[in-house]
Every structure is written in structure tokens, then in C-alpha cells.
């Protein structure tokens, strides 16, 4: 990728002005995350961005979610954010780190992007009891083993087991979700991860999509098996950033309005949109 391009944006213009908070997605899952946040932190102004154009992401290489999710955040950077949220695991997992280490240093490193998957983890450790605990997510993030890293890192007596579940974004989009058919599916990689290990008593939803299928997942888990679902711990663990980081607090515009972006159409992505939002939004188009 033209690496050189992004090392040659200058953000200085922007730097001394407050701007909306960044949630970038690819696709539609990120607005249960966004949802969250807002709940949590309404007085805030936000952008979303959702690379509908060239999802999914699960199934494509490192290096090309690396290229996509940077493109998508200096984008968000153009616009004035200083801080911005992959509501993604698998850009979180493929693509943030790299771009916190070898990027940010370079183009804008008064800003700060932040994933997903380490607030998701950090909750854990209060959650479980048995120390055994599974992972329900798309192939990418199953593949890119971020989940089992982290935990092993922050938690190394905790076991965990992980099932990629192909079928589950699918039905959501399609908004068969709600439908019978959609049973067969969600029973069957719950069975697939109780079998790896009866013992597991926390499940992580980690796909951005899943909580939309929650219901469904509660009638085919142990009573005991607790859910954890990403957005309000990622909500939780913002909220709890900006107070450490006030520096960066003072930067996030108020305002508590939220704009929609997509590279896709916007009338399709406001139409499916809604199967994550009760709310009727207006997005607009742009490219990457």
C-alpha cells in the first residue's frame, strides 16, 4: 500500500480543534457498539464509518485489513477526529496494533485509536469462575488467535476455547435472525464449543454482530454459562479512558448528534442499518 501517502498527511490544522469521536466498522456490527458508547457517553459528537462497500473483512488477509482499517482512520482523521474506536474484531485484531506501533508515531501521534477486543478481555477475569471460557467469532478472529493472546497475557490461568461461527453474520444481515431456520445454526457452534469444553461458564460474543442474536444463544447455553456481550464493556472501558486522559477528553467535540458514512449506498446502508438501530438515520456516501 502507498504507506508513503499517509506519512505525508499533515493534521497539524486540526490539532488545536475539538472533533467527534471516530467509530469505524466494517460493515454494519460496529453499531451495537456505537449504540453503547452513546448510551454511555451521549454528550459527545460522533462519526461512524462503515466500509460496507468492501465487507466482510473475516476472511481477508492481514495485510489487507491492515490497508483498509488505515485508510478508514486517517480518513477519520481528515474529518477532525482525534480519537477513534474500531468497533471491528477483525480489524482490532489484524490491523490495531500495527497501526498504534509503526503508523500513529508518524502521522498523527497526538491521536489515538483503540480496539475492541482488550476491553472485551480485561472483563473476564470478574466474569468467570471455572477459568474456562469460550470464544464465539467469524473465522478472522477466531484465525488470528488476538482473543487467546490477550488473555494469556493479562489472565495466563484462564482456558480458552474458540469456535468460528461463518453462518451467524449472514442470518443478521439477511435479518433472519429472528427466524426458526436461524436456530439450527446458532445451536450448532454453541454445541461445538461446550463440547470442546464442558467446564467453560463465560462465553465471549466476539463479533460486533452477535448481540443481535442473543436470544436465541440464551435458549441453547447452561444457565450457568454467563454472555458477554462487547458493547457495554467497551462503553464502560471509553468512558473510563477519558477520565485517565483528559488530554485527549478536551479534544472530543460536544454535541451529542452522530453523522453516518459508508462506501457503500447510502440509501441501502440507512435501510439495513436499521436492524441495528431503532433510530431512522441519514448517511451519506463517500469513498476510501
Known amino acids: 500500500m502507498c504507506l508513503a501517502f499517509y506519512k505525508k498527511m499533515n493534521y497539524t490544522s486540526f490539532d488545536l480543534l475539538p472533533g467527534p469521536i471516530g467509530v469505524f466498522d466494517s460493515g454494519y456490527g460496529g453499531l451495537t457498539i456505537l449504540e453503547k458508547i452513546r448510551e454511555q457517553l451521549p454528550q459527545y459528537e460522533y462519526i461512524y464509518l462503515g466500509d460496507n462497500a468492501r465487507t466482510p473483512y473475516g476472511s481477508r488477509s492481514f495485510e489487507i485489513v491492515y490497508e ?13 477526529c482525534h480519537l477513534v474506536i474500531l468497533a471491528c474484531n477483525t480489524a482490532s485484531a489484524k490491523a490495531l496494533r500495527s497501526i498504534q506501533q509503526l503508523d500513529l508515531p508518524h502521522i498523527a501521534p497526538e491521536r489515538r485509536v483503540l480496539g475492541v477486543i482488550r476491553p472485551t478481555v480485561e472483563s473476564i477475569d470478574m466474569l468467570t469462575k471455572s477459568r474456562h471460557v469460550g470464544l464465539l467469532a467469524t473465522i478472522g478472529t477466531v484465525r488470528s488467535e488476538s482473543y487467546p493472546m490477550e488473555i494469556n497475557k493479562l489472565f495466563p490461568d484462564i482456558k480458552i476455547e474458540s469456535v468460528a461461527c461463518p ?122
Open 68 to 80: 483498509f482499517t488505515l485508510q478508514a482512520v486517517t480518513r477519520l482523521f481528515e474529518m477532525g
Open 167 to 288: 453462518m451467524w453474520v449472514p442470518l443478521i444481515e439477511n435479518k433472519e435472525f429472528d427466524n426458526e431456520g436461524a436456530d439450527y445454526f446458532v445451536k450448532k457452534y454453541i454445541y461445538q464449543l461446550l463440547d470442546k469444553d464442558p467446564e467453560i461458564d463465560t462465553i465471549i460474543l466476539g463479533c460486533t454482530h452477535y448481540p443481535l442474536l442473543i436470544n436465541k444463544i440464551k435458549k441453547y447455553i447452561p444457565q450457568n454459562v454467563k454472555l458477554l456481550s462487547q458493547g457495554e464493556y467497551v462503553a464502560r472501558s471509553l468512558a473510563d479512558y477519558l477520565v485517565r486522559h483528559p488530554e485527549i477528553e478536551r479534544k472530543c467535540r460536544r454535541g451529542g448528534i452522530c453523522n453516518y458514512l459508508t462506501t457503500e449506498s447510502a440509501e441501502r446502508f440507512a435501510e439495513s442499518a436499521s436492524v441495528f438501530l431503532k433510530d431512522n438515520i441519514h448517511a451519506r456516501s463517500i469513498q476510501l
